[in-house]
């Protein structure tokens, strides 16, 4: 794919797609409890820890929860606030290329999610 990427960030760089595809079809706690058995192994077997991996989850299912064609919390927020859909994602496109820019810092640079954990609770990971 992409020479010098070794094992772990090629099969990153093929979960992200599917898991965000999967977090907008199907709820946060639906695709959490499919995806978790399925890739923490994976990840974990060629060294991913696991609060990164919970990480990438959530922010995952946050982008997909929020993007149609089901985008569920979009659609409740939209009928909370009284406005089209379409209104909205003229004004959402910033909101989604920061949460994306998280989601790759997030996978791609493990300190940036783990610096937190480690400071407050001496997370050995």
Not at 37 to 59: D, K, N, R, S, T
Not at 64 to 77: A, D, E, M, S
Not at 106 to 114: C, D, K, N, Q, R
Request: proline residues 8%; glycine residues 12%; hydrophobic residues 55%.
């Amino acid at each position: 794919m992409f020479p010098g990427w070794n094992a772990v960030w090629r099969s990153l760089a093929a979960a992200l797609p599917g898991l965000f595809l999967l977090g907008t079809f199907l709820d946060r706690a639906a695709t959490i409890l499919i995806c978790t058995p399925i890739f923490l192994p994976i990840c974990a077997h060629y060294g991913m820890e696991p609060v990164q991996f919970g990480m990438v989850m959530l922010i995952n299912c946050a982008l997909g929860l929020n993007t149609p064609p089901v985008g569920t919390t979009q659609f409740v927020g939209c009928a909370i606030g009284g406005v089209s859909v379409g209104e909205v994602m003229k004004t959402i496109w910033p909101f989604y290329g920061a949460l994306i820019l998280a989601l790759m810092l997030v996978t791609y640079v493990p300190g940036f999610s783990l610096w937190l954990p480690r400071l407050l609770i001496g997370y050995g990971g």
